[in-house]
C-alpha cells in the first residue's frame, strides 16, 4: 500500500463468513484505512488503554494484536482477535442423608478461546506470512506471556496454546479465519535451601 492511498475493507462480511458474527446494526460494518506518513515527526500516544489490544511475546518474538498496521514482515494483526473466558472449579462431593457436603475444592485454570481473521490488507492475497506467524506461535512449547487489558483484570499473564484451528474462508482468498485454543498457567518458583533444609 502506497502513502496516501486508502482501501475500504467490509469486516461485517468477513467476520460473518468466519466467525459467524451477525451485525446487530449498520452502524460499523466497513473499515477505511489509509496509510500515511507521520509529517511532523510528533508521536502521540492515546489516553485510555484499549482493551481489545494483546500481545503475546516468547523467546525474541512479539506479537501484537491490534490495529491496521503492516507489511509483509509486520507482527501486528488485525483487526483485534475476540475472546473468551471459562473456569471452573474441582470439587470433591460427598452425599450424605440426601444433601451434598463439599470437602475440598480447588479453581481450575481458565481456559481461553481466541478467535480472529487473518487479512492481507496490503496485496489482498492469501496472508501466508501471517499464518506461519500464528503456527510458529502455537509449536512454541513453553509458556508464552501475555499482555492485555482482557488477560490482567483476571490475573492471567502466561498461557500455553493446546489447540490451533485455520479455516481459508471461501469468497475472500486474502481472509482465513483462526482459532487458538489456551490455558492459563503461572510461572512456578522454587527456593533451593541450603544444608539440612532448615
Known amino acids: 500500500?502506497?502513502?496516501?492511498?486508502?482501501?475500504?475493507?467490509?469486516?461485517?462480511?468477513?467476520?460473518?463468513?468466519?466467525?459467524?458474527?451477525?451485525?446487530?446494526?449498520?452502524?460499523m460494518s466497513q473499515v477505511v484505512i489509509t496509510k500515511e506518513d507521520n509529517?511532523?515527526?510528533?508521536?502521540?500516544?492515546?489516553?485510555?488503554?484499549?482493551?481489545?489490544?494483546?500481545t503475546m511475546e516468547y523467546e525474541n518474538t512479539r506479537l501484537v494484536f491490534n490495529s491496521f498496521i503492516g507489511g509483509e514482515q509486520s507482527t501486528v494483526f488485525a483487526p483485534p482477535p475476540i475472546l473468551s473466558f471459562s473456569r471452573s472449579k474441582k470439587l470433591i462431593e460427598t452425599e450424605t442423608n440426601g444433601s451434598t457436603i463439599v470437602e475440598r475444592w480447588n479453581t481450575n485454570e481458565w481456559e481461553i478461546t481466541i478467535q480472529g481473521i487473518l487479512v492481507d490488507i496490503e496485496?489482498?492475497?492469501?496472508?501466508?506470512?501471517?499464518?506461519?506467524?500464528?503456527?510458529?506461535?502455537?509449536?512454541?512449547?513453553?509458556?508464552?506471556?501475555?499482555?492485555?487489558a482482557?488477560?490482567?483484570?483476571?490475573?492471567?499473564?502466561?498461557?500455553?496454546?493446546?489447540?490451533?484451528?485455520?479455516?481459508?474462508?471461501?469468497?475472500?482468498?486474502?481472509?482465513?479465519?483462526?482459532?487458538?485454543?489456551?490455558?492459563?498457567?503461572?510461572?512456578?518458583?522454587?527456593?533451593?535451601?541450603?544444608?539440612?533444609g532448615k
Open 1 to 27: 500500500m502506497e502513502n496516501g492511498q486508502s482501501i475500504v475493507l467490509d469486516l461485517a462480511s468477513r467476520y460473518g463468513r468466519a466467525l459467524g458474527i451477525v451485525l446487530s446494526s449498520e452502524g
Open 123 to 148: 496485496n489482498h492475497n492469501y496472508p501466508d506470512s501471517q499464518i506461519q506467524q500464528i503456527v510458529t506461535l502455537f509449536e512454541h512449547n513453553d509458556i508464552i506471556k501475555v499482555v492485555g
Open 150 to 196: 482482557q488477560f490482567y483484570d483476571k490475573g492471567i499473564d502466561s498461557i500455553y496454546i493446546d489447540s490451533i484451528t485455520i479455516n481459508p474462508k471461501e469468497g475472500y482468498s486474502d481472509t482465513v479465519a483462526y482459532t487458538l485454543s489456551a490455558k492459563s498457567v503461572k510461572e512456578v518458583t522454587f527456593n533451593l535451601l541450603e544444608g539440612d
Open 39 to 54: 509529517k511532523y515527526q510528533v508521536e502521540t500516544f492515546g489516553e485510555a488503554t484499549n482493551f481489545e489490544e494483546i
